[in-house]
Structure formats: C-alpha cells, structure tokens
C-alpha cells in the first residue's frame, strides 16, 4: 500500500499550498451543469457541429459497432456461457452462526440434542425447498466471535474457521450429504410419514462432492474418525484455542451421536415403517 | 327477533326482556316449564345438521374417510399406504402393503456400495492424470529451458555468419572491381562490356584460388588426424 501513502502524503503537501475553498475555486458537481448550446447564433449555428463535408456533415455514418471491416467486438463472440449448467448447480442456502446462537438463545433450538436439517425446520424459522435444488444449509461466518454454544450439529457445509469455532466451544460438527428426497423427509417428516412408506437408505453423494464428503478436514461423514480427530488438534493449533476434551464432557454421549451413511433420521434405521398416529415402528421380519 | 318453535310451543323472547329492564321487576316471574316427556324425546338424537359428506365427516373425526371401496383409487397400493400413513390401524389396512418386496431393495442398496469405491478411485486416477499431465508439461519445459543457451548461441553465430558471408562477397565483389579499375583505369565504365568480360575472367580466377585454399585446408586436417592417430598409437 505504499503507493497510497505517497498519494495522501501528496494530498497533504497539495493542501498546505493552496487557497482556501471559495465558491470561485469550486467546480460543480459532474454532470449537475447541462451545456446551454442552442442550435442558433454563433456558437451552436452554422454548421450545428457536424464539420465540412464527408459523412460527419452529410450524417451518413457507419453503424454502431462496425470496426471498418474487420469482425466486430460484438460479432467475435458467438456464445459466452455464464450461466451454463447453473439449473443444475447444488445450492446450500445459508445460515449464519449468529443466526445460530440467537436461535439457541431464545430456545427455539435444544442444545441437548444433535441437530440436524430436521431440527432446524421444525424450529419454524428457517425453510429448506429441495425442490428448488438446494441441498441442505451451510454454516457461514458472520458472528463466529461471539459464538459460545456446545452443539453437535450437522451441516452440509462448514468453512474451515466456522469448524474451528464450534469446536472451540466444545461441540461436534459434521458434514453430510442427502440426497433429494431424504432432503424431502426431512424438511418436512410428518407429511412423509404420511405416505405410510418404510424409510429408505440414504443414497450416496454424487461423484463431484464425493471428494468433499470424505475429506476429513471439512469434518466429512465419510472420512475416517481418526484422521477427523487429528484434523481437529490441526485446527485448534491452527486458531490457538486448547482443544476441549469431548470425553469429560457430562453430554458425552449426545456430542458423539452420528448417524450412518445410509440412515436418515436420529433413532430410526432404514427399512422401518413409522406410524405417527399409532406411533409405532414396524419393522421387516428377518427370515 | 326469533320465534323459536318447538313442538309447537312458542316462546316470546321479547316480553321477558321487557320484564328485566322494567322499572317493576319487583314481581316474581313465574319459571317457563315445558312439558318434560316432550323434551326427552325431542332432544335425544342430536341432528346433524352440518351437510358434511360422510368421508369429510370421517376425515375430521380422524377416521379414515372410506371404510369400503368406492372407486378403484380406494384399492391402489399407494392409497392403502396413504391411508395407513395418516390414520394408523383405524384404516384398517394391513401394514404389510407398506413393504416392497424383498428383491427389489436388496438390489438397489448392492449397486451403491460397489459406486462408492469407483468413484473414490475414479477421483484418485483423475487427480493422479491431472498431476502427471502438469509434471509432463513441466519436464518438457525444463529440457527446452537446458538447450535454450545452445539454441541462442547457435542463432547468434547462424547471423554473424550470414552477415559476415554478405560483407564477404561484397568485399570480393569490390576487390575485383578495384583490380580491373586498375586494369582499365577509370575511364572506362564498370557496366560496360570488357569490364565486364574481366570481372568474370577475376571471379573465377578467385574461385580456383578459394577451391584450391578449401582443399588445403582439407588436407592439413586429414594430416592432422592421422598424425595424432599414429602418435597415440
């Protein structure tokens, strides 16, 4: 940034010399004046600002954009894909760790047990529309200060500082992937279970986010626990924070609650039947 | 105002209100009694008089809204699981509709698996490509980059040597013009006929010499060589 220091070192010296800011030393504002010139009289008649001869004055020009001859700028270019595949682009609407926090705080979410996608919809405020492609939230930034919750959380995508912040509280997060219509039983589970179908196994990820549901630094589902868990002193290394020992904690059990790859709801596997109103779970006899 | 008319008896709502407001209500109204046989009987069925269909009627009393069969919908499998789904047992559905059959998910949940570890060792090899074409590229590049001074210092010679072969011939050229000039003298013209005639005498003259002196050089450099070989020898 040197170059702004002479700039502003030049500015100084400029001010030290010149006269003070009178009306006559001021220019107006770019473009508040609009040029008077009338088509009349000597300034803006006789040739009306078109010149002498040639196609200037006989207004014969050459159209917008045409470069003489050769291919013009807006002919070079026959196809500029900006918008190539993106209806087809995984999104993950966000939700931010302030947002987080303050719905922690005002009890619309319970610490005292894993969250998940479900969690998070039911709380009412926050929509996921999987029908709109979007796969799941990801857990941004803002307010990663002032984050004091012990959670284990599961999103579908985490930066690397917000991982460390939950993890510097004590909690647990993971990244997961579901496919569409897991996305659909969770965002909405009573009016699946009304289908009255047994849960389905949770399909795995396509091969574009394979790479990033099996890395262990983003904490992936996939990855292997012991490279997780070595990730996870990396990272508080990283951040200068004492890792908080999980073990000790009273809420073991709660912070290391994961599911399986294949299962979508806490507490429930695939292949079972849930009835809401009976609530019972039927289940396929093993033969 | 409403008359109500009940079994025949009818009441007038208005006259008791007068009664309560009345500035004289220190008079005891006598109780309005109905005859009570009557009143058992007329109150016993509850009407309905809510002109609700009976499968709405069903539905917001939680039941489910068709017991038996009305269309062929009420018999399709996604139905019964529908109806199972919203109302439990009451449907009365046998929650073994809810199942696939065995084959059909054993074979959907194999195939993922055998995917996992494709994809994983697809993206390993793709990566493994990736880097190696970029590895490939660099190593070319570095090769290249050795023979680079060599390369320079051939184009530099391949100039000075053309331009000192063209400085050559063109001092040859004048050399010989020179000698002719002291021939003829300078009366006479370079363009003219015998000047010419004797520049032409002059180059080949010059270019025995040059052949001859090329031979030489030749033939010292094969002395050289064999009198080297004998030596070591």
Not at chain 1, 137 to 158: M, P, R, S, W, Y
Not at chain 1, 183 to 204: D, E, Y
Request: aromatic letters at 8%.
């Amino acid at each position: 940034m040197a170059h702004l220091r002479e700039t502003s070192d030049k500015a100084l010296k400029l001010l030290r010399t010149l006269p003070r800011v009178q009306i006559g030393n001021l220019r107006p504002n770019p473009n508040s004046k609009q040029n008077d010139k009338r088509g009349r009289a000597q300034h803006g008649g006789d040739k009306h600002g078109a010149g002498n001869k040639g196609s200037g004055q006989r207004q014969n020009f050459m159209r917008l954009g045409y470069e003489t001859g050769n291919q013009p700028f807006y002919m070079r270019f026959p196809y500029e894909p900006y918008y190539k595949g993106h209806h087809m682009k995984r999104q993950y609407p966000p939700i931010s760790l302030l947002q987080l926090q303050v719905l922690i705080d005002t009890n619309r979410i319970d610490t005292s047990q894993p969250i998940d996608i479900s969690t998070l919809c039911n709380s009412g405020l926050l929509k996921l529309k999987p029908a709109e492609l979007e796969y799941g939230f990801q857990l941004t930034d803002d307010g990663l200060d002032n984050f004091k919750a012990k959670i284990n959380i599961e999103v579908q995508h985490a930066s690397e500082a917000v991982i460390a912040a939950v993890e510097k509280n004590g909690g647990v997060i993971r990244t997961s992937y579901y496919d569409p219509r897991s996305l659909h039983m969770l965002a909405n589970p009573q009016k699946w279970f009304q289908k009255g179908v047994p849960i389905p196994s949770r399909m795995l990820p396509p091969q574009d986010a394979v790479d990033y549901y099996t890395n262990p630094k983003n904490r992936g589902y996939l990855a292997n626990p012991e490279e997780i868990s070595k990730e996870r002193l990396v990272l508080a290394q990283k951040y200068g924070y004492e890792l908080p020992k999980i073990e000790n904690d009273s809420a073991y059990e709660m912070l290391t609650t994961t599911k399986d790859p294949r299962q979508i709801f806490y507490g429930l596997e695939p292949g079972w039947l849930i009835n809401i109103v009976d609530k019972t779970i039927i289940k396929r006899k093993l033969e | 105002m409403n008359l109500c008319k009940i079994n025949g008896v009818t009441r007038l709502p208005v006259l008791r209100s007068c009664m309560q407001f009345s500035s004289a209500a220190n008079t005891e109204v006598q109780p309005y009694e109905e005859d009570e046989g009557q009143e058992n009987t007329s109150y016993s069925q509850p009407v309905d008089k809510s002109g609700l269909q009976p499968q709405h009627k069903n539905v917001l009393l939680g039941k489910s809204p068709y017991q038996e069969a009305h269309s062929w919908i009420h018999l399709t499998e996604k139905y019964q699981r529908q109806a199972f789904g919203r109302y439990g047992a009451k449907s009365n559905v046998n929650p073994k509709i809810c199942f696939n059959s065995r084959g059909e998910t054993a074979q959907t949940e194999v195939m993922q698996l055998e995917t996992l570890l494709k994809m994983l060792e697809k993206s390993r090899s793709q990566k493994a490509e990736e880097l190696e074409k970029i590895n490939a590229r660099e190593d070319d590049i570095a090769k290249k980059m050795e023979k680079l001074k060599q390369w320079k210092a051939d184009l530099h010679a391949k100039i000075a040597k053309r331009e000192a072969d063209a400085a050559a011939a063109i001092k040859r050229k004048e050399r010989l013009v020179e000698e002719v000039r002291r021939h003829f003298g300078f009366k006479v013209d370079t363009r003219d006929e015998r000047f010419k005639e004797m520049l032409e005498q002059k180059e080949k003259e010059d270019k025995r010499k040059q052949k001859e002196a090329k031979r030489k050089a030749k033939e010292e450099k094969m002395m050289a060589k064999l009198v080297e070989k004998t030596s070591s020898s």
